[in-house]
């Protein structure tokens, strides 16, 4: 059974700090691996989309690695800000034509000034 | 350029009614997917439309159905309403394939089925 596993469950930081999130999974076969960022009350962003062949992808203070031996992705956040305060979902898509996405439960992220 | 929109934006319905989400997605974008989030069970996947087709579906009961309209815009229904059937329904549309495009996120509709 395809599964995602996310830690940690949730995290408190103070506003300047590094924080890494990670995302473990047993999707097969592998497509792609994505970083959602989801405020309370409103839609996911997404943050990165990789693929087999991508190790890491970054987009602004947000760097996302993959290890696709391993099946783990983090999620790492730099010199976090108030606005990082969110619920963090990694997703993985299997190959092979239906492209289910399984979700993680997300790392709910709060930061403290 | 717009974004995802979704209409209503929050509903009540009763157990056993029927209830209709639309889905209008940014302009140019030939994919809409359907996901329920709660806090049971996170995300899930309910149904892509592509083309006025249903390309995928996911691991729900036939009381949920779906359809997409030539301009692209989707509905979804849910028939037979249950308690279960409490929660926050997204719609995300991507360029043409929603696995190798970037998918974006309606604010989604909140449902509470009393």
């Known amino acids: 059974k395809n599964q995602v596993e996310q830690s940690p469950q949730s995290l408190i930081i103070l506003e300047g700090k590094n924080c890494t999130l990670q995302?473990?999974?047993?999707?097969?076969?592998?497509?792609?691996l994505r970083w959602y960022k989801q405020d309370t009350g409103r839609g996911p962003v997404s943050l990165t989309i990789?693929?087999?062949?991508?190790n890491t992808k970054s987009n602004g203070r947000y760097t996302a690695t993959l290890d696709a031996d391993t099946k783990q992705s983090s999620l790492h956040i730099t010199a976090s800000q108030l606005s990082d305060s969110a619920s963090y979902i990694c997703?993985?898509?299997?190959?092979?034509?239906?492209?289910?996405?399984?979700f993680g439960r997300g790392t709910s992220l709060i930061v403290h000034p | 350029k717009a974004g995802v929109t979704q209409t209503p934006r929050y509903l009540i319905k009763t157990r056993g009614q029927q209830v209709t989400l639309s889905c209008s997605p940014i302009?140019?974008?030939?994919?809409v997917s359907w996901y329920q989030q709660t806090p049971g069970q996170g995300l899930q996947f309910l149904f892509e439309?592509?083309?006025?087709?249903?390309?995928n579906k996911g691991n729900f009961p036939g009381r949920f159905s779906g359809r997409q309209f030539s301009n692209s815009r989707s509905e979804m229904n849910v028939s037979t309403l249950e308690l279960g059937d409490s929660a926050l329904y997204l719609c995300?549309?991507?360029?043409?394939?929603?696995?190798?495009?970037?998918?974006?996120f309606g604010p989604g509709t909140r449902l509470t089925v009393l």
């Open positions: 990789m693929t087999f062949s991508e």
């Open positions: 439309y592509f083309s006025e087709t249903q390309r």
């Open positions: 997703v993985v898509s299997a190959s092979g034509g239906s492209y289910i996405p399984t």
């Open positions: 302009s140019g974008h030939r994919s």
């Open positions: 995302c473990n999974y047993t999707v097969s076969p592998f497509s792609n």
């Open positions: 995300a549309s991507s360029l043409v394939d929603r696995n190798l495009n970037e998918q974006f």
